[in-house]
């Protein structure tokens, strides 16, 4: 993140000296990328003094954005993120129209106080039908969704695929091997893997001749225990 940060920051200042002629230093840090991160939980304590604290599935003020598993154990994330208006198109998708109705869940308020039984609840009826029926269900009720894919899933996607976001990368041993690919792409100046990834060190004689030393010097440098 403070990579992509750096980044983000760096094209901003081209721009602003394209506008303007002047150019400026662009810095960043770790932390402050880290905290810019966590910006959700840290305004929160900044603004009304809440502190973060970590929440279980049954302690979560929206039960509508939590995960829950199907009847093979196959996890799914709600996305209810407005609490009261995808509150209906839930009830709607698991048949509990008693609900809206119901003290207990009425109300954000409610449903936060009876979270716990809430989410038992609805435990119990996710676990009755796979995520293959669930999906179509959950879509026509306008809830929103999505499942919790393995690593095999992904690399399985059609979408991530159609989307580059693997590349086939040359290897030390020969031929190549798919990798995830840089998430950007440029239409003017295309990329494409250069070659295997060195091995650590491995270019050090090479770039320190490009910078003017020569090999008694890079003696040295070894003998002294600087490089590999």
Known sequence: MAGISAAGGIAAAL???EKTGQGQLVSTSLLRAGVFVLG???NT?????VPARPMTRTATPNPLISCYRDRDGRWFWLLGLQGDRHWPDLVRAVER????TDPRFATMPARWKHCATLVAELDAIFATRPLAEWGPILDRAGMWWAPVQTTEEVIA???ARAA????DVPVAEGGTAPMVATPVDFSATP???QGPAPEVGQHTEEILLELGYDWDAI???KDGGAIP
């Open 15 to 17: 721009l602003a000296r």
């Open 40 to 42: 959700w939980d840290t």
């Open 45 to 49: 304590t900044l603004r009304l003094g």
């Open 97 to 100: 129209s008693a609900w809206l």
């Open 157 to 159: 996607d059609p979408q």
């Open 164 to 167: 580059g976001a693997f590349v």
């Open 191 to 193: 990329w494409a893997p």
């Open 219 to 221: 003696g040295r440098l």
